[in-house]
């Protein structure tokens, strides 16, 4: 049964800013309270796992939220954060290779595997941040990847088990192609992709030359 208490001078909470918004009718709260909402503190990294019991490699349990404006404030307009959320790799891409990106049932489907970045994000950030206050908003899939930016099946990277596979080599059966990036050793990652450059650059420099590099910087 519902019932209503009325405050005869007012009501104080002892909830956190961001509880207590959570609480109130967004249409209660002026925009311009709300946007206070938002941590100062946001942190550059958040981790949103919906499920332990599901496991860590199933669709739709964790997410992954970077917020770098946090880092370098001038990516973003003053006052305003940027951010990017994503699953890690574990998007079926069964459910999007039978579909055509123009049809309604791409944008359908579209609309529904995304719920789990923005209730995501909701829960990192807190009742401070709302979609609805986003001023730009760009959703991506497996298909989006796979057409901007040519990568097989849409992937982040190869997903390699410890003890039963390994990541390949940076020669080919074809002389004088090598391969570097995220697919080859040592992985994925921007460190381990840098990595992989600079160990294909190293194979492509005769050893007189690494002498004479070692012998400038004195070693």
């Not at 019932?3 to 967004?26: C, H, Y």
């Not at 332990?52 to 992954?64: I, K, S």
């Amino acid at each position: 049964m519902l019932q209503f208490i009325r405050a005869k001078k007012a009501v104080v909470g002892n909830a956190s800013i961001w509880d207590t918004l959570n609480l109130l009718p967004k249409e209660a709260v002026p925009n311009s309270y709300m946007e206070r909402g938002i941590r100062e503190d946001l942190g550059i990294h958040h981790t949103v796992v919906n499920d332990w019991e599901r496991g860590v490699d199933v669709d739709q349990t964790v997410v992954l939220i970077s917020v770098p404006s946090v880092l370098s404030q001038d990516l973003a307009p003053h006052g305003k954060h940027i951010l990017h959320a994503c699953t890690p790799g574990t998007e079926p891409f069964e459910l999007w290779d039978v579909l055509d990106r123009r049809s309604s049932e791409y944008k359908k489907l579209k609309s529904e595997r995304s719920e789990v970045l923005w209730r995501a994000v909701e829960r990192a950030l807190g009742p401070g941040f709302s979609r609805d206050n986003c001023e730009v908003k760009l959703v991506g899939t497996p298909l989006t990847h796979q057409r901007f930016l040519r990568r097989n099946r849409g992937t982040y990277g190869p997903a390699i088990q410890i003890g039963k596979d390994s990541f390949v080599g940076h020669s080919t059966p074809i002389p004088q192609l090598y391969c570097c990036g995220d697919s080859t050793l040592p992985g994925i990652g921007v460190p381990a992709v840098g990595a992989s450059g600079a160990i294909v650059a190293n194979s492509l420099v005769p050893i007189s030359q690494h002498s004479q590099l070692l012998d400038a910087i004195g070693i």
